[in-house]
């Protein structure tokens, strides 16, 4: 990172955009304000409300050990995380707690030690619902997961539309932590029926006291019929990240790139043909300009798998620009036998090189309880590498809590510059509920992971366990 403090500078706020951004989000909020009562869920973030007078406590406990034969260090560190959602705090009615916190302490060098407070709020209604104020780390999910160190107000106008006004501070956009030069303030929406949904919102960020950054979210989700879905989201930048965020001036290429003005730093359309007899098809096209670092809680098993080209998710560092299209087809021949097809098209806009993925495979549901598949991926990163891969996987739920997966993949990557290379993967994974052993520990469950990479000059070897409780009442 160059710097951290704010810098005198131009302000290169496009007025004109943003009023007719402003005026597109509220007119489309009535769009479904006369909605039904039955509500819709479409973002990941958001998890099933706990019902009035309810408390849900869920904790998990984490232990990784990794050794590699030759080369990297051992590996060793402990992760937890605790979420509360209580709407049933004594002797006051209508007020909840909310809270989600992870940490993961680093044995080794391999791994840094790192906590987050993903939220931690309280939140007050009236009896009625008709308004709520919550104080504390809060996500805002019209916008898209923004979050707010400070107030949001909320007001139910009816049955399917409710608003919401939010200030204070924003969390920093790379520790997370507390910061009193980070600040934010904005408003949203989210209108909803048993078909549409439409939410959004404004944010204005500052940073030392200097205008940061200015952005719009819109979200939208429509069952147009019992076949056809459809789902769409973006975020629109009309201020050039400045402050923290001035590094992202670079591209990956090391070229400096100006962002003024207006930028889509993200936008997804995706459209879902489904029908039970058939099967589905999807259609998806996909756009990012990552303006700050992915979150650092991501799956370290995931992201190892991602580098070493076992997986066609990619890590996008601050800084890149891709366009994606995706097709997903899955064939129901039979309730045992279903082929699938994935086809995918990426462009990295720093350096205009294009990559590709042909992905066909089949699943098996053999018998009740048991799923196994067998793919092949032919995968090109951007002429960097291209990568043949075959996998097969299998697994059983052995009883109503006990089950397992193992799955191997072999791997043929031949990088841009240097000899081609073997490499092999294998993984083995047991979950069971502990309710078995013993009435008091229904409501415990354990997971046990083996990981295992084979690289022509190197093997890595991870064991993983996970030990998660939940508490409901």
């Not at 989600?100 to 619902?129: C, I, K, M, Q």
């Amino acid at each position: 990172m160059r710097r951290t403090e704010p810098k005198t500078r131009r302000t290169c706020f496009d007025s004109r955009a943003a009023a007719a951004a402003i005026g597109a989000c509220l007119l489309l909020a009535p769009i479904v304000a006369g909605a039904a009562d039955e509500a819709i869920k479409v973002t990941a973030e958001a998890t099933a409300p706990v019902p009035a007078g309810a408390t849900d406590v869920r904790v998990v406990l984490t232990e990784l050990l990794g050794v590699a034969a030759a080369g990297r260090g051992p590996l060793s560190f402990s992760e937890g995380r605790v979420v509360v959602d209580s709407t049933a705090i004594p002797a006051v009615p209508g007020l909840e707690l909310h809270a989600d916190g992870r940490f993961r302490h680093g044995w080794t060098e391999v791994s840094r030690a790192r906590r987050d407070v993903d939220r931690l709020y309280l939140r007050y209604g009236n009896p009625g619902g008709r308004w709520s104020l919550g104080l504390g780390r809060q996500p805002l999910l019209p916008l898209l997961g923004a979050q707010v160190d400070g107030a949001c107000a909320g007001l139910r106008l009816n049955d399917g539309l409710e608003g919401i006004v939010f200030g204070g501070l924003r969390p920093h956009p790379l520790t997370g932590g507390v910061d009193g030069r980070f600040r934010t303030v904005g408003v949203g929406y989210d209108a909803r029926d048993k078909d549409k949904n439409l939410a959004g919102g404004f944010a204005v960020d500052w940073f030392g006291g200097a205008l940061d950054r200015v952005y719009l979210t819109e979200r939208a989700y429509a069952r147009v019929s019992e076949a056809w879905v459809l789902h769409g989201q973006l975020i629109a930048d009309f201020l050039s990240p400045q402050g923290i965020l001035d590094d992202t001036h670079v591209t990956q290429s090391g070229k400096a790139e100006a962002t003024d003005g207006f930028d889509l730093t993200q936008a997804l359309l995706r459209a879902r043909y489904q029908k039970a007899e058939l099967g589905d098809v999807s259609f998806s096209a996909f756009y990012l300009h990552a303006i700050v670092p992915a979150k650092w809680w991501w799956d370290w098993i995931a992201a190892e798998r991602i580098k070493r080209g076992f997986s066609s998710d990619e890590i996008d560092t601050v800084g890149t620009r891709r366009a994606s299209l995706q097709s997903i087809a899955n064939l129901r021949l039979s309730t045992t036998v279903v082929p699938y097809l994935t086809l995918r098209f990426d462009r990295r806009l720093a350096d205009r090189r294009d990559g590709y993925e042909v992905h066909p495979g089949v699943k098996l549901f053999l018998a009740p309880g048991t799923h196994a598949s067998v793919s092949y991926s032919a995968r090109q990163y951007y002429k960097d590498a291209m990568n043949h891969r075959v996998s097969a996987d299998f697994g059983a739920d052995l009883a109503k809590t006990i089950g397992f997966e193992v799955e191997g993949t072999a791997m043929q990557s031949t990088p841009r510059q240097g000899d081609k290379a073997m490499l092999y993967e294998a993984s083995a994974l047991i979950y069971s509920g502990l309710g078995a052993l013993h009435p008091a520990l229904a409501e415990l469950e354990l997971i046990a992971q083996y990981q295992g990479f084979y690289e022509p000059i190197m093997s890595t070897h991870i064991v993983l366990a996970r030990l998660a409780y939940r508490y409901r009442s």
